[in-house]
């Protein structure tokens, strides 16, 4: 921008020039100012090409909005989750944005924004399961499924992360375990920026 209003100050200063020219020097003036006007304006063309330019790239960069999402469900065999242990849903089917951590079921937000987040899990018997999603450790939203048969119990939530925060769903008793039915993938975590 600066190159731009240098071009400027020039311009206007070679104006003043014209009109203050006397009439013996006044033919070779008026033929170096059209000189110094056309060298001025191919710079000043040349400034504005680059700042478009750079404009665009800066464009293209935010027209290109990252996209996070994933869904994960527990692999092939049933598990039993102690107190407060996180739940390890280890078989992706989608990181987009590779946010997800399998081995650890956590994800973390990889840029700052409002993000959906939505669990559901079948039960085994002959336990009550509790499944809470937290972030960061705290409690956001939790949901239940009675231990008397095979329950299905599930929610969802929409919340505002920084980047570098983490968000998993864990078993929300804090003073026994649960047990979750795996077979078929019945029991998911899954979420996206919005």
Not at 2 to 17: A, D, E, F, K, M
Not at 30 to 52: G, S, V
Not at 158 to 177: I, K, P, S, Y
């Amino acid at each position: 921008m600066n190159l731009l209003w240098i071009n400027i100050v020039l311009i206007v200063i070679g104006l003043v020039n014209a009109l203050n020219l006397t009439s013996n020097g006044q033919h070779s003036e008026i033929a170096n100012l059209k000189q110094e006007f056309k060298d001025l304006t191919r710079n000043l063309t040349a400034a504005l090409n680059f700042i478009q330019a750079e404009f665009q790239k800066l464009n293209s960069k935010l027209d290109k909005s990252q996209t996070v999402a994933f869904s994960a469900c527990l692999g092939s065999s049933g598990r039993i989750f102690g107190p407060h242990q996180s739940i390890e849903f280890d078989s992706v089917i989608l990181n987009e944005g590779r946010a997800y951590d399998p081995r650890h079921g956590i994800f973390r937000a990889p840029v700052g924004g409002i993000y959906h987040f939505a669990v559901s899990f079948l039960s085994s018997p002959p336990g009550d399961s509790w499944i809470e999603i937290v972030r960061d450790g705290q409690q956001l939203v939790y949901t239940f499924a009675a231990g008397d048969s095979h329950n299905v119990g599930s929610t969802e939530v929409n919340v505002r992360l920084e980047a570098g925060q983490d968000v998993w769903c864990r078993n929300a008793f804090t003073d026994r375990t649960i047990p979750l039915h795996s077979y078929g993938k019945y029991s998911c975590f899954s979420g996206h920026i919005i």
